[in-house]
């Protein structure tokens, strides 16, 4: 009589187990974007709550060129500088970044939030949860120049959906 009791007990636990399981996290996802004058390829970005995302950014372009995640754009001198609301910042995140990458602490003045800085023929990688806080449509910009790239074209929509 005690195994048929246990029977339904368990099958009900592996249900749970299984169906709690499957809703915790997406699968890893890698983009690989390359950066020329005056353009991010590809242009947009999809991004997912829970995902584990590696930004393989590679300079292919002649100028040195940069990155930056956020929204609504912020004027020095009236020109493109950096974003008001940083996208990981929002998120709760910082992000992992190795080889030749220049993160926040070190960024040019004038701006603010989180930025990757590519030399010319340069590649660094960025890795990052994508968490609740980033839900929303963002934008990625590259503000070298003064806000020059920034207003050639140099940025791309980003969007983090549920």
């Excluded at 299984?18 to 242009?43: D, K, N």
């Excluded at 709550?49 to 930056?68: D, S």
């Excluded at 701006?111 to 980033?134: I, N």
């Amino acid at each position: 009589m005690k195994k048929i009791v246990v029977f339904p007990f368990l099958a009900v636990l592996a249900l749970l187990l299984v169906a709690c399981g499957g809703a915790a996290t997406s699968e890893p996802v890698s983009h690989t974007i390359e950066m020329t004058e005056y353009a991010f390829t590809p242009a947009t970005l999809e991004l997912k709550v829970g995902q584990e995302v590696t930004l393989t950014l590679v300079n292919k372009g002649n100028l040195q060129h940069e990155v930056m995640f956020g929204r609504e754009v912020v004027k020095t001198n009236n020109r493109p500088a950096s974003y008001q609301e940083d996208m990981f910042a929002a998120g709760g995140v910082h992000p992992e970044v190795t080889q030749s990458a220049m993160p926040e602490e070190e960024v040019e003045e004038g701006h603010t939030g989180f930025m990757v800085v590519l030399p010319v023929g340069a590649q660094a990688t960025v890795t990052f949860d994508v968490t609740e806080g980033m839900v929303g449509d963002w934008e990625m910009g590259c503000f070298e120049q003064d806000g020059v790239h920034y207003d050639a074209g140099m940025k791309g929509p980003v969007s983090v959906v549920p």
